[in-house]
């Protein structure tokens, strides 16, 4: 907190003013996520779609601070990052909607209890969006392969390159919010996928407490899992990136026409 | 074995140059003195060096027939102010126009101070430009690249170096052997025995002496531990630009291997200052050589594993197979060294071409490929890492007796010596005068493969440049200088 803030002289009061707003939208959104229990605090004040709208908010100042101040390199991680951002949201709205069609409801709370019943079973459409919602999730948080966040290599990136010219709290602040958003879209997986362990609406300390540690295994699994796949592969080229979200976005369609076959339309 | 200087005259300066464009001979160095220019050339095993009279200060430029002279003669008119006459390309190269003096080895004139560097114009729409160092963001040398883009396309790459020129010729000049042989050993700090070997070869050459052949091979096996070590490192290091970060941890563990080995033989991690005129400073040590030994052992063992990991990612070979190629045409034309010549068909090792001991007794082959992409460039430096793993062991086993040093007379004389860095063939040509450096020229491999990069990353993504780059990994040092 002590650390001086080295702004460019033409920073304008949205460089400034950016930080806050990326954050303030990615924790908001954050916090509409059941994490251990359903039924959260702000669990029913919006639903998936409101999540997905808060992040594009949120990436949509991150573009624009990297433009403001008019470096390259700025204006080369705001294009890539906004060309990956249209094509990760329709894969994403599709896995809205094929759950929403699952679980009758875009509320995660209710999806989530929805999975935890009986009645699910073992659907290709489940399978399908998983696949979908994780390749999102590697394209949104800016990982290997379609970014890398521990390069030191100016031209190759992406989400570094947008905040090359910001420091201290700032930065600070910058990388808290996509911290945040990478544990967003893990514990979005884990309460849709694996919503084993939430605790329900009105449940004593004890169900509260088994959420907590049950949350904290499947953190654990995930930041595995991610270290796992992320060291036993390459970046791809930039161009390669529109296949690879390309391929999430037809799983997520061809899950919600395998719902409308399974089912003989829209009851 | 030395290569001759002719004193010639304009005629015999247009013939070389001619020679030089139509390719039957190859550019190995342009270089002045004042009131003279010097060019080394070579063909097929035999090399020449001429000597050119500058009436007022001009000589007939060889860049406007040969373009990889454009380079050295910016150089040379920065450092001796003496004119190419004829050359297209008349911008300063070394001199930013924040030096003390202007031409400091020549007529010295005072600093007129920075003035703009106009970068050569593309047109066309939507073209942008993208400036990009010589601060990176990483901690490597430093050096501007002005990207021209359509997009993501790069239209137009142009190089500006000379960010770290020290003066390294004018500080050789008039340094006694011992001084100018550790001031060799720093042109370039990853290449630092194969410098000092150049250095030391050539001045054996002037002086008409020879080292002992115990010192001689003890020099290869230091330069080929330098190969190994800088091989390995790029391999690794090549893959991390693709974000590949499992090589780049394997091969970075194995060369720390080579470093601590090379210690423990020769007391110093990169082997500074162990190669002087006249032979090495010390033996190697018993406990060394054992090291060394274990060492090979050790390579040979994980070597295969991390060669089949490199090509069994299909997402690596994704990113390494046919980015940044250059044409066999273009390697050969500029006579590139090194990885990036053999990558692209020119398969010309200063170790064959002209054989030096203990080379020329020594079992080893060169390979050479023509697919002239960072993927061939990895597979080159593969192959040579295992070739020097032969030699090593060929060395360690017929270790002549000593002695390892013999003291240099102060003599005077000429002398010039090719020798195989691990980036590729690094020339250097002294004249001594009672023991002393009257004026040394050193010219890195990497004069000749920097403007290759500038052709291989045409028409690429420009995210694909730090991996292109990478695969060429020439010195920004050693041609600062």
Redesign the interface.
């Given at each position: 907190m002590r650390k001086e803030v080295v702004l460019a002289h033409n920073a304008s009061w949205l460089f400034r003013v950016a930080p806050y707003l990326i954050f303030a939208g990615t924790w908001v959104a954050a916090a509409l996520v059941p994490t251990f229990a359903t039924g959260l605090m702000f669990s029913w004040s919006a639903d998936l779609i409101a999540i997905i709208a808060l992040l594009g908010t949120a990436r949509f100042f991150l573009a624009l601070a990297g433009m403001d101040i008019g470096t390259?390199?700025g204006g080369?991680g705001a294009s890539r990052e906004v060309m990956i951002a249209t094509l990760a949201e329709p894969a994403l709205l599709m896995i809205v909607f094929s759950l929403a069609l699952l679980a009758g409801s875009t509320q995660l709370s209710t999806i989530a209890g929805y999975m935890l019943s009986s009645n699910v079973g073992l659907r290709v459409t489940l399978a399908l969006s998983l696949f979908s919602l994780i390749m999102v999730a590697i394209a949104e948080n800016a990982r290997?392969?379609v970014d890398?966040p521990?390069?030191?290599?100016?031209?190759?990136m992406v989400h570094e390159a947008m905040v090359?010219e910001y420091s201290a709290r700032h930065l600070a602040v910058i990388e808290l919010a996509s911290f945040l958003k990478l544990l967003l879209y893990v514990s979005l997986i884990a309460c849709v996928f694996a919503p084993w362990g939430l605790a329900p609406v009105g449940a004593g300390a004890a169900a509260h407490l088994l959420g907590i540690a049950t949350y904290a295994g499947k953190l654990a699994v995930a930041g595995v899992l991610l270290a796992l796949f992320?060291?036993?592969?390459?970046?791809?080229?930039?161009?390669?990136a529109p296949a690879f979200l390309g391929a999430a976005f037809m799983m997520g369609i061809l899950g919600v026409l395998l719902l409308f076959v399974s089912r003989g339309g829209l009851r | 074995m030395s290569w001759p200087r002719h004193l010639v005259d304009a005629a015999g300066w247009s013939g070389a140059i001619e020679a030089l464009a139509a390719g039957r001979r190859t550019l190995a160095g342009l270089w002045g003195e004042p009131g003279l220019v010097h060019m080394a050339t070579h063909a097929d095993g035999e090399g020449a060096i001429l000597s050119t009279p500058c009436p007022n200060g001009a000589y007939r430029s060889v860049s406007a027939w040969h373009a990889p002279a454009i380079r050295l003669e910016r150089a040379l008119f920065d450092l001796h102010g003496l004119r190419p006459d004829g050359a297209l390309d008349k911008r300063p190269w070394l001199d930013h126009g924040r030096w003390t003096l202007r031409h400091p080895l020549g007529e010295a004139l005072a600093a007129t101070g920075p003035v703009p560097y106009p970068f050569l114009a593309s047109e066309g729409e939507n073209l942008?430009?993208?400036?990009?160092g010589p601060v990176?963001?990483?901690?490597i040398e430093p050096g501007h690249f002005r990207f021209t883009a359509a997009g993501?396309t790069v239209v137009r790459l142009e190089e500006r170096l000379g960010y770290v020129h020290r003066g390294l010729e004018g500080r050789l000049a008039g340094a006694d052997l011992d001084r100018a042989a550790k001031l060799a050993g720093r042109a370039s700090g990853d290449s630092t025995v194969a410098y000092a070997i150049a250095f030391a070869r050539s001045a054996e050459d002037a002086l008409g002496i020879e080292a002992p052949a115990r010192a001689q091979w003890l020099r290869a096996l230091m330069a080929e531990l330098e190969r190994l070590a800088n091989h390995l490192g790029d391999i690794g290091a090549i893959?991390n630009?693709?974000?590949?970060?499992?090589m780049h941890a394997h091969c970075g563990a194995l060369r720390e291997q080579v470093l601590r080995a090379a210690e423990s033989a020769f007391g110093h991690r990169l082997m500074m200052d162990r190669v002087i005129p006249g032979g090495v400073a010390a033996d190697i040590t018993p406990e060394g050589a054992r090291g060394i030994q274990a060492l090979l052992r050790h390579i040979r063992d994980r070597l295969p594993r991390l060669v089949e990991l490199y090509d069994d990612?299909a997402?690596?070979q994704?990113?390494t197979v046919g980015t940044g190629r250059v044409s066999p045409e273009l390697a050969a034309r500029f006579g590139a060294g090194g990885f990036v010549g053999r990558a692209s068909g020119r398969s010309f090792d200063a170790r064959k071409a002209f054989p030096y001991a203990p080379y020329d007794v020594l079992n080893f082959g060169i390979r050479a490929r023509e697919d002239g992409d960072v993927n061939a460039r990895v597979w080159i430096r593969i192959e040579e890492v295992r070739e020097s793993l032969g030699l090593v062991e060929q060395i360690l086993d017929r270790l002549p007796s000593p002695p390892v040093h013999l003291g240099p007379p102060a003599g005077t004389g000429e002398g010039n010596a090719l020798v195989e860095s691990f980036r590729g063939d690094l020339f250097v040509w002294l004249r001594l005068a009672g023991g002393r450096v009257e004026r040394a020229y050193l010219r890195d491999a990497s004069w000749f493969q920097w403007p290759l990069l500038e052709a291989a990353i045409e028409n690429n993504?420009?995210?694909?440049?730090?991996l292109c780059n990478k695969s060429f990994n020439c010195s920004y040092a050693g041609v600062d200088l």
């Open positions: 390259s390199f080369i290997i392969p890398n521990a390069t030191h290599l100016e031209l190759t090359l992320e060291t036993a592969i390459a970046k791809m080229r930039v161009f390669r | 942008h430009q993208i400036p990009v990176h963001a990483g901690v993501e893959c630009d693709a974000a590949f970060s499992l990612t997402s690596l994704d990113r993504i420009v995210a694909d440049f730090p």
